[in-house]
């Protein structure tokens, strides 16, 4: 039985750490409860929740119907690869204007399935209610996790390692917020991010992966709440950092800034043993057509440091771009 | 394994019977899909979600911060009652404006968790995320039911049986609708629901129970659902009805049609072979401190039919008040 996750730095937690303070930190048969991407419960049974809601995490202009679906369904998902979990069932909420309630939300629901469907689970339930406005939707997730990859495993001499590119899916965003079609590479990583749910299993079958999360917030941010979970300092190395070329279009500072800080990457974030992971590289990139890069180490000490042409500067959790907002 | 529960009547399901039968009927490790209370994987896990829109399902004018979250907790876990199973842990997605960012959402929010704690469950997560502007809230609960009591059992023969009095929230949201303050009882039965999660255990271990759900929406349509789902008939004896007093305040047709239709209620109807829960009436008012009642019974055939000073008159789901609303 583990105890509350340390949430990571900054006062937008402020929040959930004053109402998850209030909680016993144990309870019979839960094995981690929250803080990380999922809860444990005994017996490796892994469960996150996922909300959506319309003009905060995605506009309809951005985005059709089962493309809202399929990415509130793999935000969730993603929750289950940052465990390394097998995903096992799903279930939707959505809230939807009454003007809504026919053909468009069918598609959204379409949307849920076939991302469900793709992760190999099962929607199993849900409900369905009127929504005065916005469109809302919660996606729960379970899966099976024999064991879990945790947040707080990092260990002092650990290195730090990203699946894929960074950054396109900020690129996106970015681009409709300025009125701008965004590229179709930068498009697509946001309207239908791929969970990396098989890649979290192999990985952590083949080596010793000591620590994990999902990169939803942006690495600038998700690896502060990896250094805060296990009570390391977590160095980050600008020039190693995997950036999307649908991000680079503006130069290298606003690259990195997207990779850093754009957020919305389903992409994984993980520590392992020094030497253990670099062996795997060319079999990983074989077998899912994803990069693996090593782009930070595990140090004695508390927080993140971005280490970038021979300076280094302490990064703080800005990728959280909604006031107190995060899972708990 | 079973395959999806047949919906209960009416255009209310339309869009709900339009998704879920693009699904498959049936998944490896899921004992029970969309239709019922929960659904139920292997193992006896029965998960429920339950999602609650401020203006759809609560006004703030109506309720403190801490009804609204212990409302919303309890209408979760009045599902995990309706399968009589033994709750184990809760997840609850926040949605809220960024102006209630503070106390607010922590005082919702411990509304949530001292229902799912009184439940004898434990808040192990959830989301915190912003919305433009009304409270969501999306709560999921996890139960174990061995066995599970679901919808699609009854038999003709079977004895029809509520647990409670009926008609009190909706007689305190009628009141509330008129402008009017509702009396303390109505308005409690609507603010503090007390899911029935020690009586569906304990009606479940002492009788042959065939089939069970909660009254979300009102007797008039649930029954419905049951009978539907259990492919029978079903007659309501509308002068067995327990109305709460609370909804007698103005004649007998009124206290019927809250009862009938009013929703809201976290009681239990249930349905049990003839003979076999009378025997139980008084020892589980002793226990529970709530009356046991008969009101109807099972026949072949399909469909609900209210029994009324010698007349008989088929209802159908007007319990939905909003659109295609419903859990699945």
Redo the contacts between chains.
């Keep these: 039985v583990v105890g509350p996750t340390p949430l990571g730095p900054g006062a937008e937690f402020d929040?959930?750490r004053?109402?998850v303070a209030?909680?016993p930190a144990v309870?019979a048969?839960?094995l981690?409860?929250?803080?990380?991407d999922?809860?444990i419960?005994e017996?490796g049974?892994a469960?996150?929740?996922?909300?959506?809601?319309?003009?905060?995490?995605f506009r309809r202009a951005w985005l059709a119907p089962r493309e809202i679906g399929w990415r509130a369904a793999a935000s969730a998902l993603s929750d289950l690869a940052a465990v390394a979990a097998s995903p096992?069932?799903a279930?939707?909420?959505?809230?939807a204007p009454?003007s809504d309630?026919?053909a468009y939300?069918?598609e959204v629901?379409?949307g849920v399935?076939a991302a469900v469907t793709a992760a190999g689970a099962?929607?199993?339930?849900?409900?369905?209610?009127?929504?005065?406005?916005?469109l809302?939707l919660?996606v729960?997730v379970?899966g099976r996790a024999e064991p879990p990859v945790l947040r707080s495993g990092a260990r002092p001499g650990d290195e730090l390692w990203v699946t894929g590119r960074l950054g396109a899916a900020g690129a996106a965003v970015r681009d409709w917020s300025e009125g701008r079609t965004p590229a179709a590479e930068a498009r697509a990583a946001f309207a239908r991010p791929v969970p990396r749910i098989a890649e979290a299993r192999w990985l952590a079958d083949r080596a010793p992966v000591s620590a994990m999360l999902d990169l939803s917030d942006g690495i600038g941010s998700d690896a502060g709440h990896l250094a805060a979970a296990s009570r390391v300092a977590i160095e980050l190395l600008a020039a190693s950092i995997p950036v999307h070329p649908a991000a680079a279009d503006r130069g290298a500072d606003e690259a990195l800034r997207l990779a850093l800080d754009g957020g919305e990457d389903s992409e994984l974030c993980f520590t392992a043993p020094a030497g253990t992971v670099g062996p795997l590289q060319a079999s990983f990139r074989e077998r899912f057509g994803l990069p693996l890069t090593r782009v930070g180490g595990v140090r004695d000490g508390r927080g993140l440091t971005l280490l970038r042409e021979g300076r280094a500067s302490p990064l703080r959790a800005s990728g959280f771009r909604?006031?107190?907002?995060?899972?708990?």
Tied chains: 1, 2.
């Design positions: 929040l959930i004053r109402f209030r909680f309870a048969g839960v981690v409860g929250p803080g990380d999922c809860a419960l017996g049974l469960i996150s929740t996922d909300m959506s809601v319309e003009d905060v995490h096992i069932a279930l939707v909420s959505l809230g009454e309630a026919g939300s069918v629901m379409e399935a099962v929607l199993v339930g849900g409900d369905l209610v009127r929504s005065p406005a916005a809302v919660d729960v379970l909604h006031f107190h907002e995060g899972a708990w």
